[in-house]
T-cell receptor, first 113, second 111 residues
Framework: DADVTQTPRNRITKTGKRIMLECSQT?????MYWYRQDPGLGLRLIYY???????NKGEISDGYSVSRQAQAKFSLSLESAIPNQTALYFC????????????FGPGTRLTVL | RKEVEQDPGPFNVPEGATVAFNCTYS??????FFWYRQDCRKEPKLLMS???SGNEDGRFTAQLNRASQYISLLIRDSKLSDSATYLC????????????FGAGTRLTVKP
């Protein structure tokens, strides 16, 4: 599903740095999500948004913030990165219809040294 | 107890084998169910939705048992290209914000 894109694809940063991960979609979906994936764990929800004016915390929002700049754009920020935020980050969209599923972007591999 | 549990594997099978994965979920109010496939360092991609009556897509068969709260995926005639991690996904409220992901089951199909 190339309609969901993420930048950067890979990033190495240092502890304490601010970093932004960006997600764009051309699917026209209102619902967007940020997940992180760690080895041995399922994807965990960081934040989600059901429209431009709607932002909600997921199960692991501490240390993260988001911005929904437009229907098509949803950015995730790490205000002061720490090593345990090293993970694979996925953006996803969902059309919001009954029984619908997530469409994922290609992921951003983030390493915090 | 995790909300969605899967056997992590790895499952190592020869080409042509039949392999089955199970997944259990804890929330009895769960409404929709999916199997995703994830290749190494890539994004999860939908393999199939799971319907109450069970469903089949080529060599893949998914079953749902609501009474026992488990989902299964059967792969027949395994191909080398089936090697991947299979994620069980459960949605509890139909809104997409309460999807719970299993940690995945790793499958390797060998020649």
């Amino acid at each position: 599903d190339a309609d969901v894109t993420q930048t950067p694809r890979n990033r190495i940063t240092k502890t304490g740095k601010r970093i932004m991960l960006e997600c764009s979609q051309t699917k026209g979906h209102d619902r967007m999500y940020w997940y992180r994936q760690d080895p041995g764990l399922g994807l965990r929800l960081i934040y989600y948004s059901f429209d431009v004016k709607d932002i909600n915390k997921g199960e692991i929002s501490d240390g993260y913030s988001v911005s929904r700049q437009a229907q098509a754009k949803f950015s995730l920020s790490l205000e002061s990165a720490i090593p345990n935020q090293t993970a694979l980050y996925f953006c996803a969209t969902n059309p919001g219809t009954s029984g619908s599923r997530q469409f994922f972007g290609p992921g951003t591999r983030l390493t915090v040294l | 107890r995790k909300e969605v549990e899967q056997d992590p594997g790895p499952f190592n099978v020869p080409e042509g084998a039949t392999v089955a994965f199970n997944c259990t979920y804890s929330n009895s109010a769960s409404q929709s169910f999916f199997w995703y496939r994830q290749d190494c360092r890539k994004e999860p991609k939908l393999l199939m939705s799971v319907y109450s009556s069970g469903n089949e897509d080529g060599r893949f068969t998914a079953q749902l048992n609501r009474a026992s709260q488990y989902i299964s995926l059967l792969i027949r005639d395994s191909k080398l290209s089936d090697s991947a991690t299979y994620l069980c996904v459960v949605n509890t409220n139909g809104r997409g914000n309460d999807m719970r992901f299993g940690a995945g089951t790793r499958l390797t199909v060998k020649p």
